[in-house]
């Protein structure tokens, strides 16, 4: 038995289209190039290069932080040197000129200049700097809101990494 024809005939875009359309629209408007980014004012680009400048001081730290665990625990060297130059690369990223000559200096040369006294067993270094990652990555993701677009596109990639970082130094080691 054939089902029966609909009770009306439906004229133009159904509902979910419009709804869809109207959600594309937003995400187009949302969504800025580099161009877009060049009419702000005096203040914003100040305020965006005090956040940049903010970013690479806080790749350094975390660097520091990496540095002197790698320091106190040489055995962590192969989980840890790949995320280590991850981090590298987000504090050049940002402009910061000190992550650079890090990157080049060896891990207990670097670890001298750290304040923070790092755990004495190695799980607790590493549950310590997937704190201190997740957290960093935290502050980024409610800082990007505030931020034109590619500084606000680079600082959410860089939160999603150390979140990411957080993730493998926590859950690696079950």
Aim: aromatic share 2%; with cysteine; glycine share 8%.
């Amino acid at each position: 038995m054939p089902f029966p024809p609909p009770p009306r005939t439906l004229l133009g875009p159904r509902r979910r289209s419009l709804l869809a359309s109207a959600a594309g629209a937003a995400l187009l408007v949302g969504c800025s190039t580099d161009a877009d980014d060049s009419g702000t004012t005096g203040g914003s680009e100040s305020a965006a290069e005090r956040a940049r400048a903010r970013a690479a001081s806080d790749s350094n730290t975390l660097l520091q932080h990496y540095d002197a665990v790698l320091a106190a625990h040489p055995t962590l060297a192969d989980r840890l040197d790949p995320l280590r130059a991850e981090v590298v690369r987000h504090a050049a990223a940002f402009g910061g000129g000190s992550g650079g000559s890090t990157a080049s200096s060896s891990p207990s040369a670097s670890a001298s200049a750290s304040p923070s006294p790092v755990a004495a067993t190695p799980s607790d270094a590493l549950t310590d700097l997937a704190t201190a990652e997740r957290a960093l990555a935290d502050r980024r993701a409610k800082a990007l809101l505030d931020l034109p677009g590619e500084l606000a596109r680079l600082l959410a990639s860089v939160a999603a990494a150390g979140a990411a970082h957080a993730y493998l130094l926590t859950e690696g080691a079950k």
